[in-house]
């Protein structure tokens, strides 16, 4: 049984690597503490999901006798491990559950962002909720103080603490029979040690795991010194706010607080500059594709570096049985080879998955309404 802590695009590729013959049930439960944050609001919730589950099983079409069993069955056994003490539900904010068992496929993942409640009973895993939700980047944070500092890694459902650093440097007024320029620059000189220590820890960290953004903070002086000291790689990838917090007095909930802030702000800007991206290389007739046509093309060409999506993008389309090329409605025949055309229930799906194949990044555009002319979906190409 697969049980894992946090949500990944690694573990997104093995959901969509994994393709039965059988269906599998991909249950989408929303944990948003302000509704479901007592046990018997969880419990309803989640008594709502198995019956709407239910009904979806009797009524979908398509199935064969023995699937519709084993479907049966998949519900069972998601209800009972939703309703035991291993439900993974503290610290998430939703969790996605996929099962199959004629297919040996149980797997429940813990999601940072929210989602819609939904139930989809497809040959596939449905994973385009949890692209939506998940923040794909890691980050490392290092706040800094003249003697103290704290390293932090992870990613917006949660950090850790890597490193905790105290230096003993020493405060005014212990100068002894030293002049008082003399004792300064000694003090000075213990600060500079101190914040290279923490640098070097950084630096360290940042070529060891692999982590996408880095962030610093702090004490408001020391920090554009610490930034000096990190290595260009690490620099290059620095958040452009800093983390406000006075961490020596603040709590655990602050300084989470605190980064959440910054990594909220730091989205939303790269929201921006992808637009911008995308609106100068359309104009140019550059490498871009705006809607779902070209969007689809691209896709099928495998060109695609950046797939942008609105939130609610969706639709139906189609799939050739023989090459896979992703098709909107109104074709009967792949323009390829001539093939019969399946259908595609959730083309947000299909394209999630394309773009996941394909190495791009998915990013879904929450912040600005730019993609409304494209209907809901572009794309920033390789080449
Ligand atoms: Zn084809």
């Given amino acids: 049984m697969g049980n894992s802590a946090s949500s990944g695009v690694e573990e997104v590729r093995r959901l969509i690597a994994h393709r039965g013959r059988h269906p599998v049930i991909s249950l989408y439960l929303d944990l948003d503490p302000e509704e479901f944050a007592t046990p018997p609001a969880r419990s309803t919730e989640i008594r709502s999901l198995i019956d709407t589950a239910a009904k979806q099983i009797e009524a979908q079409a398509g199935l064969d006798h023995e699937d519709r069993i084993a479907l049966r069955e998949d519900l069972r056994r998601i209800d009972a491990f939703l309703s035991s003490p291993d439900a993974p539900f503290k610290g998430a904010r939703a969790l996605a559950v996929f099962s199959s068992s004629t297919e040996d496929l149980f797997e429940t993942i813990k999601l940072s962002g929210p989602v819609q409640r939904?139930?989809?009973?497809?040959?596939?895993?449905?994973?385009?909720?949890?692209?939506?939700?998940?923040?794909?980047?890691?980050?490392?944070?290092?706040?800094?103080?003249?003697?103290?500092?704290l390293v932090l890694a992870g990613s917006p459902d949660g950090f850790d603490e890597r490193d905790r650093v105290e230096d003993d440097v020493r405060g005014q007024g212990e100068g002894g029979g030293w002049s008082q320029a003399n004792y300064e620059r000694s003090i000075e000189a213990d600060v500079e040690a101190h914040l290279k220590r923490i640098a070097e820890i950084v630096n360290l960290r940042w070529r060891a795991e692999r982590f996408d953004r880095i962030a610093i903070g702090g004490l408001q002086e020391t920090v554009p010194r610490f930034e000096e000291l990190l290595a260009d790689e690490v620099r290059r990838n620095l958040a452009a706010g800093r983390v406000e917090v006075d961490f020596s007095s603040a709590t655990e909930a602050q300084i989470r607080e605190a980064v959440e802030k910054l990594v909220a702000e730091d989205q939303k800007r790269t929201e921006r500059e992808t637009l911008d991206r995308l609106e100068d290389a359309l104009g140019a007739g550059g490498r871009a594709a705006g809607g779902p046509q070209a969007t689809l093309e691209?896709?099928?060409?495998?060109?695609?570096?950046?797939?942008?999506?609105?939130?609610?993008?969706?639709?139906?389309?189609?799939?050739?049985?023989?090459?896979?090329l992703l098709l909107l409605e109104g074709e009967d025949r792949c323009p390829a080879d001539g093939s019969e055309l399946q259908e595609v229930d959730h083309l947000r799906e299909a394209v999630v998955e394309a773009a996941v194949a394909q190495d791009a990044d998915v990013l879904v555009v929450r912040s600005y309404p730019d993609l409304g002319p494209h209907r809901g979906i572009a794309a920033l190409l390789r080449f």
């Fill in 298 to 324: 691209a896709l099928n060409e495998r060109r695609v570096s950046t797939l942008l999506i609105e939130p609610g993008f969706d639709g139906r389309g189609k799939r050739c049985s023989s090459c896979g």
């Fill in 118 to 149: 939904q139930v989809v009973i497809e040959p596939t895993p449905y994973v385009a909720p949890m692209i939506t939700a998940m923040e794909q980047r890691r980050w490392l944070v290092a706040l800094v103080s003249r003697r103290s500092g």
